[in-house]
T-cell receptor
Framework: AQSVAQPEDQVNVAEGNPLTVKCTYSVSGNPYLFWYVQYPNRGLQFLLKYITGDNLVKGSYGFEAEFNKSQTSFHLKKPSALVSDSALYFCAVRLDTGRRALTFGSGTRLQVQP | SAVISQKPSRDICQRGTSLTIQCQVDSQVTMMFWYRQQPGQSLTLIATANQGSEATYESGFVIDKFPISRPNLTFSTLTVSNMSPEDSSIYLC??????????FGSGTRLTVV
């Protein structure tokens, strides 16, 4: 079985400050990890993914995430938050074999204050 | 990456009726997925739809309630049957493209009254 945990329902950060949205995973195998963002009344937009290789992954809109195998984490980060980053963020996982569908975390609402 | 056109974007339906949601992809894809996002919740996989075979449903979802068609490699429909207010959710389709990129439709916001 595979699962993803996003321990924070909401993260508040001031504009210009660094942000971190946490994600931990549980799989019995090699994980493929993803981050998506959802704006109100919109579908999911892809931010970045980790398949293999460099543990630090850079994605869209200045976001990055670091794959940490020992801590089974894949936290999303951005050096300087923008008000427009305020949205709902989902971490997702799948195995490198078998079932191809993504399993999503519960989501974290990011609120960036001006 | 693939582009998905999902219709309708929203609908308000009477209980006991059915709604069919369509997803059209601009390229051929083997795997399509249907998800449900209940209000304030995460995405839950309903089923995986591969062309030429029966859809595979997740625990808690049955074909009689959520029949799926996948007539070709660019199109799929999900029907929500005999609806009740508990079916009020956002329904999203998704495809797995090249390099393990997953694209999502814009979603169908369903309200059952």
């Amino acid at each position: 079985a595979q699962s993803v945990a996003q321990p924070e329902d909401q993260v508040n950060v001031a504009e210009g400050n660094p942000l971190t949205v946490k994600c931990t995973y549980s799989v019995s195998g090699n994980p493929y990890l993803f981050w998506y963002v959802q704006y109100p009344n919109r579908g999911l937009q892809f931010l970045l993914k980790y398949i293999t290789g460099d543990n630090l992954v850079k994605g869209s809109y200045g976001f990055e995430a670091e794959f940490n195998k020992s801590q089974t984490s894949f936290h999303l980060k951005k050096p300087s938050a923008l008000v427009s980053d305020s949205a709902l963020y989902f971490c997702a996982v799948r195995l490198d074999t078998g079932r191809r569908a993504l399993t999503f975390g519960s989501g974290t609402r990011l609120q960036v204050q001006p | 990456s693939a582009v998905i056109s999902q219709k309708p974007s929203r609908d308000i339906c009477q209980r006991g009726t059915s709604l069919t949601i369509q997803c059209q992809v601009d390229s051929q894809v083997t795997m399509m997925f249907w998800y449900r996002q209940q209000p304030g919740q995460s995405l839950t996989l309903i089923a995986t739809a591969n062309q030429g075979s029966e859809a595979t449903y997740e625990s808690g979802f049955v074909i009689d309630k959520f029949p799926i068609s996948r007539p070709n490699l660019t199109f799929s429909t999900l029907t929500v049957s005999n609806m009740s207010p508990e079916d009020s959710s956002i329904y999203l389709c998704s495809v797995r493209g090249d390099s393990d990129g997953y694209t999502f439709g814009s979603g169908t916001r369903l309200t059952v009254v």
